[in-house]
């Protein structure tokens, strides 16, 4: 069992930058790849990004290509979101997850993510 600890949110003017960190404990954190996703009032959670066991491979949403970059340290069993250029629009919660299986090539595919941290608040005024 993982368990997933998300952190690095905040209150943020538009145009300014973010970095979330998620610590992973319990299972062999560089066997699996891992994913950001993100939940606004009243909207169904969105898949945002992933990167892939080693961090050779990553995905991101058509939305936030070009601001968001993910990376991991498999020795600090930790990933990371950088947010730039912050939009009133990225206004969520963010959830980091865990692939449900070790070494998966597809990364891009939200379903087969199944284990989740507990969220960490962005909030971006105008």
């Known amino acids: ?31 699996y790849a891992m994913g950001w996703f993100r939940q606004a009032p009243g909207k169904e959670r ?26 991991r340290d498999n020795a600090k069993n930790t990933v990371y979101l950088q947010i730039n250029s912050l939009k009133p629009e990225d206004t969520a919660v963010y959830y980091c997850a865990q692939q449900s299986r070790t070494y998966r090539t597809n990364i891009s595919t939200p379903s087969t993510f199944g284990s989740w941290g507990q969220g960490t608040q962005v909030t971006v005024s105008s």
């Open 46 to 71: 969105e898949f945002v990004t992933a990167i892939n066991w080693s961090g050779g491979s990553t995905y991101y949403a058509d939305s936030v290509k070009g601001r968001f970059t993910i990376s």
């Open 1 to 31: 069992q993982v368990q997933l600890v998300e952190s690095g949110g905040g209150l943020v003017q538009a145009g300014g930058s973010l970095r979330l960190s998620c610590a992973a404990s319990g299972r062999t954190f560089s066997s």
